[in-house]
């Protein structure tokens, strides 16, 4: 197998068929041996009985069926964990990648690189949303390291050597690049058409937005202090006792030369005991995305549970 496309799937009854049909014109035009796998990720619609339909008429689609709805990092990943191919291409199934942008991505990995990335030049969405993932893919390419425009667009390209080895959670599936090239992935990015939605509705909201950020702090504590985290705690255990000292020194001084009561002016330990609070909320988180790692790998488990693979068998 040469190439596994890989398509995450919620609640997208209206745009499956259409997605596979461009797909499979796309993939048999190139004459490369390809398949295309559908992770339906608990969706309430009739989305996997259409992906069930598809592969009885497609005998490249596979269909995953998860028993309740994982996510998008989590459908990708057991896409990736099920591609038999040695290029790996993740599409959205809302229709608004192009399909059309597979063969250049391909030719860009047929040039030598490890990863060829998406990026969505004239975006169809909504002003706002363009806006904060523009501060969000700057912000993401100086803390990795790895410069792309879009992190968010999913059509992308992998070589599968450099990707199999992740194990992805939480809302990751946008950091792939990241982990790719601690890999030793050599990687570009091409431009690619972005179209508008024409079916179903978004699932992307402020809340996303969030995630993503909490997320970005555990992959650049993952990159820089994994194997010393005495470094980044002794950082932050230093930086506590610096504002703590500076918080009692300031009461300290009113109460000295001011003659102001330590009880009057709580405002020195309300800001410290904040402060604590805010960073033992995010060591706690921390530590705590440590422990999902090692219980994920030591355990050889994945953020994910199948109920069934939906596959031609008479035809394969």
């Known amino acids: 197998m040469e190439v596994s496309v890989l398509v995450p799937v919620f609640d997208e009854e209206e745009n499956l068929r259409e997605l596979a049909d461009e797909l499979i014109d796309v993939l048999r035009g190139m ?116 410069k792309l425009h879009d992190y968010g667009c999913t059509l992308k390209a992998y070589r599968a050597n ?50 993503v950020l909490l997320d970005l702090l555990v992959v650049m504590f993952l990159e820089k202090y994994m194997t010393k985290p005495i470094y980044f705690f002794g950082i932050f255990g230093i930086l506590s006792i610096l504002v703590s000292a500076i918080s009692a020194g300031t009461a300290v001084y009113l109460k000295v030369f001011e003659g102001v009561s330590f009880i009057v002016t709580p405002l020195p330990l309300l800001s410290t005991m904040t402060f604590l609070a805010g960073l033992s909320s995010i060591l706690a988180g921390i530590i705590a995305e440590i422990l999902i790692r090692i219980y994920f790998e030591v355990q050889n488990r994945r953020p994910y549970l199948i109920k069934k693979v939906i596959q031609n068998i008479k035809e394969r």
């Open 31 to 146: 004459g490369r041996p390809f398949e295309i796998i559908m992770v339906d990720d608990g969706s309430k619609d009739d989305s996997v009985n259409i992906i069930t339909r598809l592969s009885e008429q497609y005998e490249e689609i596979v269909g995953l069926q998860f028993v309740r709805n994982f996510g998008q990092t989590a459908a990708l990943m057991a896409a990736i964990d099920h591609a038999k191919g040695n290029m790996l291409v993740p599409i959205d199934s809302d229709m608004q990648n192009d399909p059309q942008d597979i063969p250049r991505l391909l030719e860009k990995l047929d040039e030598g690189y490890d990863l060829v990335s998406g990026w969505r030049i004239d975006r169809k969405d909504k002003r706002r949303r363009v806006y904060l993932s523009r501060l969000a893919n700057a912000l993401i390419s100086w803390v990795s390291g790895v």
């Open 162 to 211: 450099v990707l199999k080895p992740a194990v992805l959670y939480g809302e990751m599936h946008r950091f792939m690049p990241i982990y790719a090239s601690w890999n030793g992935a050599k990687w570009t990015e091409i431009k690619t058409n972005h179209r508008p939605r024409r079916h179903g509705v978004s699932k992307y909201g402020m809340s996303r937005i969030i995630k």
